[in-house]
């Protein structure tokens, strides 16, 4: 790696060691120096405490000469001056600094960082460094903001939604307690909107909200409230483009705007697949940072006009009736998929229906590797010149037929619906499980909760797609699609054409990211944005 010229470099005094630290434009380092004579002031024997304690997996070496350490200056969060004299009285609480020590070294700046904690998770962290001069001490911190401003991709004005009503009804305590104190330390101003009812952050974003004034949406919710941000962004973008989002086959324009997730949802699929937990203090500091990752986007139509987009999974029979049955026991909380989940297992529905698709030939990988991909280490695109293969058909009775963009992990199966799905390779792992015994779809469903490999079963195949259809084997007459529009579940004139009739009605829903789709029949197509699109902290899209 290119050696990068310091712009800083002092001894300065850190829990009473001294410490060589050094900045240049891409690190902060501290490094304790000769351990005999290292004690100042006397010595300090007696244990102090210190303020955030995570553990410092990363980044702390020991060496000869004592521990060093060292932050990226991109993981920098903030830099203040400290009023060291109000930081040593004992006031009955934690002390940062013992007393003596300072006496020598008056004049103080904390640095806070991102610390890597156990399983993703991301954490903040102080560190206090003490100077013998206040003009020393004001040339760091001058220097460091000067490193911070520098970080074009940070975000300095955010519009934030939060849904109170998502997962157990947590969204606003998260937020407060959470997320602000870390957008405040950050200097991130919010325009904070408590949503009133469903799609109000959509159509918030798509006719009234001032977008120039921010450089990003923050969600606090679930998989719901990313998806009511996607149609609210990509749709008005279209507009403002003009650009009908009815037509499968148009290029949609890519939106400029980042939108990041605080997970605060049921599921929060969409934030544990990228970021590998659903902890709002890790995704609040992946948005400080500027993280962006980009997704596949999949655009679900029907008969040529536009229904949803969808980020995570669409799922028709399956996981189509269990959002059926659950959205009814809202009451429940997250508890409601279990409790769904085990009632549409036992019901053991399938349909029947035809599936074409496109197999993607044209990228390196399948559905049956042992990778996984997340934001920040996500594999590039291995885009091949010759798009080849035409269309497969194959028909069948479907206990569950799922499309995962992305891998789908979520805290209830952390290795997903499809653990080798890429986040951003245009592709989606088309799914399909034919109709097998109860056991056999207990152990298939089992698998997505162990190490085990959920595809190695012969009714069940994946296939990695660049579009695909659905289409019922019995269709579907306008005014069924009605009455399902009016939220009335159909079980679908059961026995009238249907000849192997056993109570399974003849059409599932599509459950789009955790949404009831009314049309059973639907085309969908899936794209990677060259562009960022989405999530974690993301930009946007382009299409089909
Ligand atoms: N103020 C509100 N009142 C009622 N519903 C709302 C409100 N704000 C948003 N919603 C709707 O609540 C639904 C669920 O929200 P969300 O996705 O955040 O939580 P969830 O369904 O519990 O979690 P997940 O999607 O991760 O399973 C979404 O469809 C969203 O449109
Ligand atoms: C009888 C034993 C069953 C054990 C099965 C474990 C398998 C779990 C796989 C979980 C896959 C989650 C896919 C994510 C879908 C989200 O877009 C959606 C909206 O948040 N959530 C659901 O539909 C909620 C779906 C919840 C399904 C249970
Ligand atoms: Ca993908």
Redesign the pocket.
Known sequence: MEKQPRLLASQLLLKNSLFEVSLNRVLLTWKEIATKKKRVSGGIHHPFKVGFCFPKFLRRDKGESGTSHGVSVSEILAVRELDVDSETKDDGRWQKMPQKSTEAYPYAFTVSYVERAWQHRWRCSDVTFHCLEGALCQQWVQTIREQLTALTSRPKHLLVYI?????KQQGERIYEQKVAPLFTLASISTHVIV???????RDHLRTEAELKKYDGVVCV?????F??MVHGLVSRTQRDNGVDQNSPEEKLVPCTLRIGIIP??????ICYATVGINDPVTSALHIIVGDAQPMDVCSVHHNNTFLRYSVSLLGYGFYGDVLADSERKRWMG?ARYDFSGFKTFLTHHYYEGTVSFLPATDILGTPRDKTRCRAGYHQPLFLLPEYKGGWRVIRGKFLAINAASMSCACPRSPKGLSPAAHLADGTTDLILVRKCSRFNFLRHLLRHTSKYDQFDMNFVEVHRVRRFRFTPRYCQSDSELDLRENGKRLFSQICRDHPACSCSPAYSSWNCD??ILPHAAIEVGCVTTPYNLLCKYTVHSESI
Request: net charge negative.
């Open positions: 849904n109170p009503y998502g997962g949503t009133e009812h469903a799609n109000h952050a919710g679930g998989d719901g409230m998806s009511e605060a949802g049921s599921t929060d699929c997250p955790g949404e």
